[in-house]
């Protein structure tokens, strides 16, 4: 009997959810439930008529209701006396005199709804036990996804939005998003779906799931989104806005200019500062874009801190050199989170279209070398583009794939390089060796060291190598030792990247263990960026391994951008003075006594690397600097020339 819309009071009840009976209902509800009155209503019996899942569905309500005044909406099947009907419903908590809490339910029969609205609505509930295997589902479930489920996981698409449900469920108890799931029909469905754990009194943990249809919606949406140009932090282009720009100026064969921008320190700002200051920090990088641009250029937000800007030769004001300049300048000015500055620079590429690549595939791609090339340089500046720049990716790509299995395959090996120390003008005795590593590999030609750590870092297997040098540097001290005298120290480099991993300190405090060996035997040697970043960590690695006695060594100290300002907070045992000092040792000569004294101040020792001719060394002995590394005294060598050369060392 349908209702006509103007007649039409809502119709409400309250329905007790422990006894499974209405307790309470209006007029309209009346009608909606076929029943001709209240008594008879209020007399009828749910239970037998309520699945488990709908059961702990309404259990799970009732649980929401008491911590807050949740309202649930959705579209409600029912059969009343055998009729099947829908309803949608709003569903709130309502406490019954007797202080229990009962459901309030406000109804609207589905033929007076807009009919965009309720078909989406339906509700599905189903429930699983705590290992996923199907217990029971409402009808509009088993309508759906059909007879045969036996597991949650046999309804959902993909595994690793199957691994993010159950994470989400052991950490929160809870799962909201939108899910594309296997329906009946074979067919895949994209649903809402919210996953909860329910723990009764009564039963171990089960899961329950309430899931929506919403294919269409999110059809719509998807296929929308491929339509959006634009990044929506920044309100750049995307990379699809790029593309087509650029596929503008390729039909009109339009020559225009890429630069390829790739922000220096960003990860930093984003681990220290969080993501939201991060955020802040790439819209002022976007309107700073915009205010170096001439007309008409197009900046795109090309990936998390990459930016690609398209100026065309005919707009372009002042060369385009002096446009890089500018842009880097603009980009590497302080920023701001409210009154703390952050620093950051940029690293640009920039290649020309036609005149460096004239298929519109590679402009995007030379841009990118160059940049990368800029990075190489030492970062904070912009590169041309060269012939040939895109070869040096692929090389360094091809290293990273051989890279992987260098440990495995037995091809890293370690050098050792003496230190010796003048304490008098006795000749001096080897007090240490610095462990540097080496990579054979038959295919490739030279590939210098510091290149394999570059890339070592940049693909996250440094860790795995440097523990391996830890492990074998200190094998081969307990060899060196008997060939030069029992307390020679080894030192080992480590990356920055190495030194945020929290289990370092009693990885190395176990080897030394293992090795009958002391903490005091061992020297970690780290740049002085890597130490600054470290001791401005809360839980810095660097205090643990000084505390435990293993001694730091500054490396290549004088090279970085703290240097002697930064020193007293760096609790290093020896400070290894950058080797470009001697190269002009004597217009040095100032400056280095200078950086001695004031290691000295600091109760530190002072070493210096790279001492080639013995003029040098005896110069450097008369400023007071015993410690003296270099190819005069010692190349590095493998463990087996100690070995042979044994009666000649000390
Ligand atoms: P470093 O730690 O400053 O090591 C000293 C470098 O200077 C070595 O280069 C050594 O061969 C070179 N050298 C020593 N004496 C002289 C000299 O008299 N003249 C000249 N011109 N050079 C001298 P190498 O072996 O190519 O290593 C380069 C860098 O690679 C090292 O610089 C170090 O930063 C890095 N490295 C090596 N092994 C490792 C490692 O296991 N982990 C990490 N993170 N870095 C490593
Ligand atoms: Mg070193
Ligand atoms: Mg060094």
């Not at 309502?94 to 809490?101: A, C, F, I, W």
């Not at 309720?118 to 009808?139: E, H, Q």
């Amino acid at each position: 009997m349908p209702i006509e819309l103007k007649n039409l009071t809502i119709a409400v009840w309250v329905y007790d959810i422990d006894n499974y009976c209405i307790h309470w209902a209006n007029e309209p509800a009346l009608i909606l439930w076929e029943s001709d009155s209240l008594e008879e209503l209020c007399s009828r019996d749910f239970k037998p008529i309520t699945s488990k899942a709908v059961a702990e569905g309404l259990l799970e309500y009732q649980r929401a209701f008491k911590k807050d005044n949740t309202l649930f909406t959705q579209n409600w099947h029912y059969s009343p006396r055998g009729i099947k009907k829908s309803a949608f419903c709003q569903f709130s908590g309502h406490v019954l005199e007797d202080g229990r809490m009962a459901m309030l339910v406000e109804a609207l029969p589905v033929p007076q709804l807009n009919h965009d609205m309720p078909a989406d609505l339906t509700a599905m509930l189903s429930d699983y036990s705590a290992d996923g295997t199907f217990i029971s589902g409402n009808p509009p479930f088993i309508e759906a996804m059909g007879h045969e489920l036996n597991h949650f996981q046999d309804l959902i698409v993909d595994p690793s939005a199957l691994k993010t449900i159950y994470r989400s469920l052991s950490q929160s108890g809870r799962y909201e998003d939108d899910v594309l799931m296997k329906s009946a029909d074979d067919e895949n469905r994209w649903y809402h779906l919210i996953a909860v754990n329910v723990q009764s009194a009564s039963e171990k943990g089960k899961i329950l799931l309430h899931q929506y249809d919403i294919h269409r919606r999110k059809i719509s949406e998807i296929a929308l989104a491929k339509e959006v140009l634009t990044d929506a932090l920044t309100g750049l282009l995307n990379r699809r806005g790029l593309d087509k720009k650029l596929t503008e100026l390729d039909t009109k064969r339009e020559p225009f200019i890429i630069y390829y921008i790739d922000l220096d320190g960003f990860k930093i700002i984003n681990d220290s500062f969080g993501h939201g200051v991060g955020d802040q920090v790439l819209q002022t990088v976007a309107d700073r874009l915009l205010d170096c641009l001439p007309e008409n250029s197009s900046t795109c937000r090309f990936g998390g801190d990459e930016f690609v800007i398209v100026v065309q030769v005919k707009n372009i004001v002042v060369d385009k050199e002096t446009l890089a300049s500018m842009l880097v300048k603009s980009l590497s000015d302080t920023y701001y989170d409210r009154s703390r500055p952050m620093a950051l620079s940029a690293s640009i590429g920039i290649a020309e279209y036609p005149a460096d690549a004239n298929k519109l595939s590679n402009v995007i791609l030379y841009a990118d070398a160059a940049m990368y090339q800029a990075k190489q340089l030492g970062k904070h500046r912009w590169v041309n583009y060269e012939e040939g720049m895109e070869q040096k990716i692929l090389r360094q790509s091809v290293i990273a794939q051989r890279l992987c299995y260098a440990k495995e395959n037995g091809e890293l090996a370690l050098y050792y390089q003496p230190i010796w120390e003048f304490s008098d003008n006795t000749g001096g005795k080897i007090v240490s060796f610095e462990a540097l590593l080496r990579w054979h590999n038959d295919e490739l030609d030279i590939v210098s060291i510091e290149e394999v750590i570059q890339v070592a870092e940049e693909i996250g297997i440094i860790n795995d190598i440097e523990q391996w040098v830890a492990q074998q540097a200190l094998s081969d001290l307990l060899v060196l030792r008997e060939y030069t005298s029992p307390d020679v120290t080894m030192a080992i480099n480590l990356s920055a990247i190495h030194l945020r991993e929290e289990t370092l300190p009693q990885f190395l405090l176990d080897l030394l263990k293992n090795k009958t060996l002391l903490p005091t035997d061992l020297v970690i040697e780290l740049t002085e960026s890597a130490l600054v970043e470290d001791l401005e960590s809360e839980y810095s690695i660097v205090r643990q391994l000084v505390d435990s006695g293993i001694k730091i060594s500054i490396d290549d100290f004088g090279t970085g951008y703290s240097s002697l300002a930064y020193l007293h907070h760096i609790p290093a045992a020896i400070v290894k003075i950058d080797r470009s000092f001697i190269v002009q040792i004597k217009n040095n000569s100032k400056t280095l006594q200078h950086i001695q004294s004031l290691i000295e101040a600091h109760e530190m020792n002072a070493l210096i690397e790279g001492v080639e001719t013995e003029e040098q060394q005896r110069i450097l002995i008369d400023y007071g600097i015993s410690l003296h590394q270099g190819y005069l005294l010692g190349l590095p060598k493998p463990l087996s020339y100690y070995i042979e050369n044994c009666g000649s060392l000390n």
